[in-house]
């Protein structure tokens, strides 16, 4: 089972940079993070090489700032888009900012 898991994650990689344009990182975060943190999650934009993920509390963010460093090396293996820094924000302080 582990080799087919490994495999489709690279078929998924590999589509993922001839077709992700763009949003090449914003697809990538699932993978890249692992599926209990992509639901806890959302990749809200990639722009200038910041991918910038909402998360539900401070703390919350403060765990996931701790794994930026991997989180960035498994982007720059999947994704066309370079992704030099990941800004995780907490999510009633986007909406806050937004009004």
């Given at each position: 089972?582990?080799h087919?898991?490994?495999?489709l ?5 590999d ?39 909402e998360?539900s ?32 924000v ?10």
């Open positions: 089972m582990r087919a898991s490994s495999t994650k690279k078929i998924f990689a589509t993922l940079r001839r077709e992700g344009g763009d949003n090449a990182p914003l697809l990538a975060w699932p993978l890249v993070c692992g599926s209990a943190t992509a639901a806890k999650t959302n990749a809200l934009s990639y722009a200038e090489g910041v991918l910038t993920i998360v509390d401070a703390t919350w963010r403060q765990q996931l700032q701790s794994f930026e460093r991997q989180y960035l090396a498994a982007l720059k293996q999947i994704s066309a888009q370079p992704v030099n820094a990941i800004k995780f907490v999510r009633n302080q986007t909406a806050r900012r937004s009004r």
